[in-house]
């Protein structure tokens, strides 16, 4: 079974930081390569791609949005990924969320591209 569970999220001021971690059951990362994404989704707003990494090989892929403030990275033998931001903004605020597509997935930063999400964490960025 693929599990996901996000945490890490809270309330920070603008320019402040925050990592997220997405821990995944063995199996997400034992049986086979895959993408895990983190995405966020803003009231009112579609659900959008952030960062994903392909656990195979670490490479990694972020939006436009966030290049230059966060980072993914994964620790294989914790099952984890995390999410490093840094420089927050007001705008950063949403409920972020992890996921896990398959080995290979046309766009990483497509939602439409993953199976299995977790059930999110707040992250709240005042000015």
């Known amino acids: 079974q693929v599990q996901l569970v996000e945490s890490g999220g809270g309330s920070v001021q603008a320019g402040g930081s925050l990592r997220l971690s997405c821990a995944a059951s063995?199996?997400?990362?034992?049986?086979?390569?895959?993408?895990i994404g983190w995405f966020r989704q803003a009231p009112g707003k579609e659900r959008e791609g952030v960062a994903a990494?392909?656990?195979?090989?670490?490479?990694?892929y972020l939006a436009d949005s966030v290049k230059g403030r966060f980072t993914i990275s994964q620790d294989k033998a914790k099952n984890t990924v995390y999410l490093q931001m840094n420089i927050l903004k007001p705008e950063d605020t949403a409920m972020y969320y992890c996921?896990?597509?398959?080995?290979?997935?046309?766009?990483?930063?497509?939602?439409?591209?993953?199976?299995?999400w977790g059930q999110g964490t707040q992250v709240t960025v005042s000015s």
């Open positions: 996921a896990a597509g398959g080995s290979w997935v046309g766009y990483p930063l497509g939602r439409r591209e993953y199976t299995y």
């Open positions: 063995e199996y997400t990362y034992s049986y086979s390569s895959k993408y």
């Open positions: 990494i392909y656990t195979g090989n670490g490479i990694t």
